[in-house]
């Protein structure tokens, strides 16, 4: 509808994980999205939830993904992987020229559940209050 605008999507690993093969459908379209995917290796909000409720008491949160820049590559989109931040905006710049789906892997701490909050404060405010 709008063949002029840039399309981002911000996603989860887990996230991405549940619907990820729909980025085949982009490259089948040439569709020009990016991807952001921020992987810090779990199902964030779930383990949030769980840290701030039964803090300690993790269960079948944590993810084993696979290389998701190659998964771009794999179905013919552009894809690369971002360890730091000083990377992120080259090779966003990369993604948009490509002209193809891509997805920019971006790996996070994953003790940084948001930007103010780490894990181990949820955990340790848990805890305290007596949970």
Known sequence: MFPDRTVV?????G?????????????????????????????GTIR???????????????LKNPDFAA?????GGHGERVETTEE????????????K???LHCLVDPEAITPTTTLTQLREKALAAGR
């Open 9 to 13: 999507c911000l996603a989860g690993d």
């Open 15 to 43: 996230d991405f994980l549940m619907n990820g093969q729909e980025f085949a459908t982009a490259v089948q379209y040439e569709l020009p999205l990016v991807v952001i995917l921020l992987d810090n290796g779990m199902y």
């Open 48 to 62: 949030m939830h769980q840290e701030r409720e039964y803090p300690g008491r993790v269960s079948a949160t944590m």
């Open 71 to 75: 998964y771009a590559r794999a179905f």
């Open 88 to 99: 992120f905006a080259p090779a966003f710049e990369r993604a948009m020229r490509s002209g």
């Open 101 to 103: 789906p891509a997805i």
